[in-house]
């Protein structure tokens, strides 16, 4: 898979073999690695008075978090006979968003975030090493997104 | 009667004017650059002043983003949780 900012301020997203779509797909299932719900209780672990917070906010924001991967979910279904896919502007939102969702769940999970060095990538059991590269893909891709379309 | 209603309002006053702050704390995962747009989005902030806040928040894993009315102070705080930060509210001391 190749990814590179377009002039017209698009990020085309070149596929050059199957597996790049299990990459891609691997987002929406990392997305509920953890679970809405504990994104929100994250997001919300430092409030005092909660209740008229979980009346009235969580709801709103489990449904728009929600949206951003369905939104995801959609784009690559209509986009998988293609070799070649754009981001624009609007969508970059929901895709930063569900990749956001994605290594938030993986941290929560495999809290990969404390790996520094590439000698300790070895050493990992395959399942975190994984765990540990599709957080960094997620994140690089979020970095392009930032830098060249949504700035 | 009349005076009581003004120890009333007098007191309604006190309680609706005290201010309330916006923290928002550190986490292992969103990007610094990321941060810093949310704080221009939300609170309307020059760059130089987002970004020392989300160096604040790199750094010593909370800054104090606004201080100001309970009602407003929901509703950034609501705006932050849509942008997957990390936030709270709490009475000024």
Known sequence: MKAAPTIDGRLQIIIEEDQDWLALDLIIHDSVTGNREDLCEHLSSELKERQDWEDYIRPDLETHFSSQIKQLKKFLDESRDQKTFYIDRQGAEYWYGALNQSRLSLETKYQTSHIESLDEINELELEMRSAFLRSQFYSNLQGLLLEYIMA | ?93
Do not use: C
Request: charge should be positive; avoid cysteine.
């Open chain 2, 1 to 93: 009667m009349a005076d009581t209603q003004e120890i009333t309002l007098t007191k309604q006053k006190t309680k609706s004017s005290t201010p309330w702050q916006v923290i928002v704390f550190d986490d292992p995962v969103n990007l610094m650059p990321y941060v810093t747009r949310v704080f221009q989005r939300v609170f309307s902030y020059p760059k130089e002043k987002a970004e020392y806040h989300m160096t604040e928040v790199h750094q010593l894993g909370k800054s104090l983003l606004w201080t100001g009315d309970r009602e407003r102070a929901e509703v950034y705080v609501q705006q932050l949780h849509t942008y997957q930060l990390k936030a709270s509210l709490q009475k000024s001391e």
